[in-house]
């Protein structure tokens, strides 16, 4: 019971009524049906629109399904073994991975460096921190689209320029060449995300008390070295719950894919959320795309678990969002 | 829920720490665009005697001989980051002839046809329709609900009440695209909201909601306690308190929250790919469709792309300050 409420009968264990316990009486029912009535409809929307299919995901997974008729082909693990020995499915894995680690390697020195830069007492910086942020602002699809024409093999403008300082492009573009199209997409992604990055570090900036600094100041050290050991430090749990926003948008990544390459050439950048999307739409295997989902599930599941447990536990206060993923 | 007094404390002080970073995490990409007010401030309030002396080392520093290259990485860092845009923004300008013969050249001259025919065609606007349709249903969804469930959550003690949160919190957790096929299949077969601005808009609003609930629940356990017991001394029931003093209060987390919602919304492509056709498509699928359509109509796509980065852009600018403005405001307390 709220603190609104004088100390209801049977109260008495409780000394000042604030915390009284919800014990029988109209005015339980009364804030029974309150706290019904303000949950109801996140909780309806909430469990028709998330909980309901995921529920059914699991379910789709233990059958074969080609998305018409009854649900009476039950296979049950058949479909997990399809996606787990299916090399495309793996490949996935392994570039999503992939992508989570190079995400973190590239994005944080250097989103660190520009927040550093920006942190800077520079005429403008207001306009720089608004610039940094439009690629984030922009839709996926979107940015994709551009760059996917600026990326064009033998006429767009990447590698026209390329050409002016004396290097060819590839023969089938960066995007067509299966060596070459994730590396591409690491830097398209970096292009989009590292605004992000930037202005979460910023803010962290922020709580970074000026009177550290100044005292490293007086005591000699050079603008490097208060960086390094004075103000990175305190970011630690900035660049954490960066971090942690950057993977589990990495194992999710899709748009961007779809738009620059459709997970080619040769599967060279599929991920899992376009292998299930794919087998889903395209093939109408909804057993074998409800399985990857569960999978993908489950690999952010544990990723965010650990996650938790081992880095974002010294920060109580991300620890209290996360707390009940532990 | 029965907690001690002490204990309650505690949760308290650990949520208001929460909502902190969360605001932080969230809401400060937007704090610190808009202007270095944060810095700023705290700058320009401590002019003591003394800080003139500390202030000195650090301009020197920005200005020395170390500021020109400082000047030099922002330029670069700027040209990287708008190039692509500002290039597909001027290559609406040109004719495909002059992205052909010189890819990296200027408009020369202007061509203002691209954008013409795309202003002037009905697709776009349709697309732009049914775009801001469903931004608007999925953002006002997303913020009533939101609202609504973070009251209670916040505010009323009860036994379910950490494990009711907890519910939404893991829902954090749980990507859009795991539940993607069963969600296409609910929409389209079960609701028979296929093709609907509706059947796109619940769903997305679903998705935000956890977000939502764990952003505006710290903003209103964070309304001072005296506030509520002051209210009801003057006879206010708690639905009235809710109306009257919270909804109020906590207008600025609304806000953010509603600004999250409405450009995920906006920029969303995986539900509306699979769940809208023809007429009722939203401008991320016209851009998609455009491109792969008239794909060696370049100068065209860029003119599209370009018509339909501006309203996302606009919109985020606009509501910067307001969201810096919420979140500084009342929560502090």
Wanted: hydrophobic content about 50%; aromatic content about 10%.
């Amino acid at each position: 019971m709220t603190s609104l409420s004088v100390p209801p009968r049977g109260a008495t264990t409780q000394p000042t009524g604030r915390t009284a316990r919800p014990v029988g009486g109209g005015r339980d029912w009364r804030m029974a049906g309150e706290i019904l009535l303000f949950t109801a409809p996140a909780l309806t929307i909430f469990g028709l629109f998330v909980v309901w299919p995921i529920l059914r995901a699991v379910q789709f997974s233990l059958y074969r399904w080609k998305g018409f008729g009854p649900l009476v082909d039950f296979v049950g693990l058949q479909n997990y073994v399809a996606v787990l020995t299916n090399e495309v499915f793996r490949g996935a894995v392994g570039h999503n991975l992939f992508i989570v680690v190079a995400s973190i390697l590239i994005q944080l020195p250097l989103g660190l460096g520009i927040a550093l830069l920006l942190n800077r007492r520079i005429r403008g910086r207001g306009l720089l921190r608004t610039i940094i942020f439009v690629p984030y602002v922009l839709a996926e699809v979107i940015a994709g689209v551009v760059w996917f024409q600026l990326l064009q093999p033998g006429r767009g403008v990447v590698e026209t320029l390329l050409g002016t300082v004396g290097l060819d492009g590839p023969y089938q573009g960066f995007l067509g060449t299966p060596e070459l199209a994730m590396p591409t997409l690491m830097v398209v992604l970096t292009w989009k995300y590292v605004g992000l990055a930037v202005l979460l570090f910023l803010a962290g900036l922020q709580g970074v008390p000026d009177e550290l600094t100044e005292a490293a100041q007086i005591d000699g050290a050079t603008w490097w070295q208060i960086q390094r050991r004075v103000t990175i430090p305190l970011l630690g749990p900035t660049i954490r719950t960066w971090a942690f926003l950057s993977m589990i948008g990495s194992l999710q990544l899709f748009d961007m894919v779809w738009i620059l390459t459709g997970g080619g050439p040769a599967n060279a950048t599929t991920t899992m959320a376009t292998f299930l999307v794919n087998e889903g739409t395209k093939r109408q295997n909804y057993g074998i795309a409800a399985a990857a989902s569960v999978v993908l599930f489950v690999i952010a599941l544990t990723m965010a678990v650990l996650y938790q447990r081992f880095v974002l536990r010294r920060d109580t206060s991300d620890a209290d969002v996360l707390r009940g993923v532990r | 829920m029965s907690t001690p007094m002490s204990m309650r404390g505690s949760i308290h002080e650990s949520s208001d720490r929460s909502s902190r970073s969360t605001g932080a995490a969230l809401a400060t990409p937007s704090t610190s665009t808009v202007t270095d007010q944060p810095t700023g401030q705290a700058t320009g309030d401590r002019h003591t005697p003394g800080s003139g002396r500390r202030r000195a080392p650090a301009e020197r520093n920005g200005r020395g001989e170390g500021g020109v290259l400082v000047y030099l990485a922002a330029l670069v860092v700027v040209a990287l980051t708008l190039g692509p845009v500002l290039y597909a923004v001027l290559g609406g300008f040109r004719t495909n002839a002059q992205l052909a013969a010189d890819p990296a050249g200027l408009p020369d001259p202007w061509v203002l046809d691209n954008y013409r025919r795309v202003i002037t065609g009905s697709t776009f606007w349709t697309y732009a329709l049914n775009s801001v349709a469903i931004a608007v249903i999925t953002t006002v969804v997303t913020v009533v609900a939101g609202l609504m469930a973070a009251y209670p959550l916040a505010r009323y003690q009860f036994r379910w009440r950490e494990p009711l949160f907890m519910v939404f919190v893991v829902g954090l957790l749980f990507p859009a695209t795991v539940a993607i096929i069963p969600l296409f299949i609910l929409v389209t077969r079960d609701l028979s909201l296929g093709n609907t601005w509706w059947g796109v808009a619940l769903p997305q609003a679903a998705f935000a909601l956890p977000m939502t609930i764990v952003i505006l629940r710290p903003f209103l356990m964070a309304i001072p306690r005296e506030m509520e017991e002051a209210a009801i001394m003057d006879g206010a029931s708690r639905l009235q308190f809710f109306w009257r003093v919270l909804l109020p209060l906590s207008a600025p987390g609304a806000i953010t929250v509603g600004v999250l919602a409405f450009v995920g919304s906006w920029n969303a492509y995986l539900l509306p790919l699979l769940l809208l056709r023809g007429e009722m498509k939203t401008l991320p699928l016209g851009v998609a469709d455009f491109s792969s359509q008239y794909s060696s109509d370049t100068a065209g796509v860029f003119a599209f792309t370009t018509l339909a980065m501006i309203p996302a852009l606009i919109f985020f600018l606009a509501m910067q300050k307001r969201i810096v403005n919420g979140l500084q405001g009342a929560v502090k307390g």
